[in-house]
């Protein structure tokens, strides 16, 4: 029987100590029991599965020298437990829209297109490494959209992921919706990507194509939901 998880998330924002949130508009989100649909299904043998919900309520992430904004709420889960005694993690799914590339000062009137029109949408690939207290490691692919690139022009592939590592920058106990949960700022700003493939137009890998892995970088902030199957 599936039961909500409450206590233990005040502790998991103790562990990583308080820090005010930063000044900004936030994603709009809802929490419900929605946010468990796409739940990695426990492992025969499985001691122990936790399902860990991340919605973003805002961020960005930056691709060699293109940027996108999240500008929706963006819905990342995973799940973790002890298997045979082992420790395991499985990534279930992202859910959110696609995401423009944008020029400028993120978030403020100073934010525009980027005049390539380019969207990305990010996809899990299943991939994730068990961590302390949620998985520490999620594999991504991102599939670019535009004019002129084809449908299948991709970084990462189910094969071989973009691996994002995040790690938590500040954390507080927060109530969204009437339900307890932690706020936390994770970001990760060490990794890598590969070549884009697939893709009808050279300017992809131009752009956004392989760089070293500090080119990169990634931060949101997540409201955190877990359950205990």
Known sequence: ???????????LALTFGFAAAPAGAANPYTPSEEDFADCPPRPANASEWKCFVMTALDGQFRLKNMKVRINHAVRLTVAQGKVDGQSVAK????????????????????????????????????????????????????????????DNCWIGSN?????????????????????LMVKAKVYDDVFAIDWATGCESPLVNTLIGAANATSNHFDATWAIRHKTF
């Open 91 to 150: 990534a279930g799914s992202i859910r959110g829209e696609a995401m423009p590339f944008v020029l400028g000062v993120l978030g403020t009137p100073l934010e525009v297109p980027d005049p390539t029109g380019w969207k990305i949408d990010i996809e899990a690939t299943g991939q994730a490494s068990p961590g302390i207290l949620f998985p520490s490691k999620i594999g991504l692919k991102a599939r670019i959209i535009g004019d002129g690139l084809g």
């Open 1 to 11: 029987m599936r039961r909500v998880i409450t206590t233990g998330l005040a502790t």
């Open 159 to 179: 094969a071989a992921p973009v691996v994002v590592a995040p790690r938590i920058q500040w954390s507080i106990p927060s109530i969204e919706g009437g339900l």
